[in-house]
């Protein structure tokens, strides 16, 4: 079955979680695919090519990767095919931890996987909240999953022109909103985890950002 938008919102489940100098924003969503499938999905520069971007590096311990279209790089320092990646995402001056955790699904077939990316508790996570590092991981989640379903595809243009449409925003808006609602979940007060996800979404859009 094709993703959609609606029903990739609730395929995902969200967390934040409290973790030494930041927090960890959590992203799981299980896929109808073998767990190795998976694995050469998120780890071969062919794949990642078609539904994520350009992708260069050897994924070994100690190896660095780079993704070029996005000004980011890192080096993997956890590798345990086809389970287990631990990475480093390093963007300008900033460097954060990414995990991606590959396991059986809890009820029924498929392959669950988990994204864990911890970043710290600086002036960007107080403006943005968990939404500037979890709406990006949502569409690369949706884009994951049209991959998925049609591996051959290279989806790029089509993500580009579904992220510039309405209903591309109206997703964005979305996964803002079930951002602020996983802050307030993880412990966040109410109306500054509102006004990061306000700003996280104008941000995201093009659109004026809300200082105050």
């Not at 994520?52 to 320092?77: K, Q, S």
């Not at 086809?82 to 809890?106: D, H, Q, V």
């Not at 998925?148 to 925003?169: H, I, K, V």
């Not at 996964?175 to 990061?196: I, L, M, N, Q, S």
């Amino acid at each position: 079955m094709t993703p959609t938008p609606t029903a990739q919102l609730t395929a995902v489940t969200r967390t934040v979680t409290p973790a030494k100098n930041g927090s960890t924003v959590g992203l799981s969503q299980t896929f109808d695919v073998a767990p190795e499938q998976l694995w050469e999905a998120l780890t071969t520069a062919e794949r990642l090519a078609r539904w994520f971007g350009t992708a260069r590096g050897d994924v070994v311990p100690g190896g660095r990767y780079e993704l070029a279209e996005m000004e980011t790089g890192g080096r993997l320092l956890e590798v345990e095919p086809p389970r287990r990646l631990l990475l480093t995402w390093e963007f300008g001056k900033s460097s954060s931890e990414l995990e991606l955790l590959i396991s059986p699904a809890e009820h029924g077939e498929g392959t669950t996987l988990t994204l864990r990316h911890t970043v710290p508790a600086d002036a960007h996570w107080a403006t943005f909240g968990p939404g500037a590092t979890g709406c990006g991981w949502d569409a690369a989640l949706y884009a994951l999953a049209h991959h998925l379903e049609d591996p051959g595809a290279d989806l790029m243009r089509r993500l580009g022109s579904f992220a510039g449409s309405p209903e591309g925003a109206e997703f964005t808006r979305a996964t803002a909103e079930a951002w602020y609602e996983a802050h307030v979940a993880g412990g966040a007060d109410r109306k500054p985890a509102r006004k990061a996800s306000l700003r996280t979404a104008a941000a995201y859009l093009g659109e004026e950002i809300e200082t105050e």
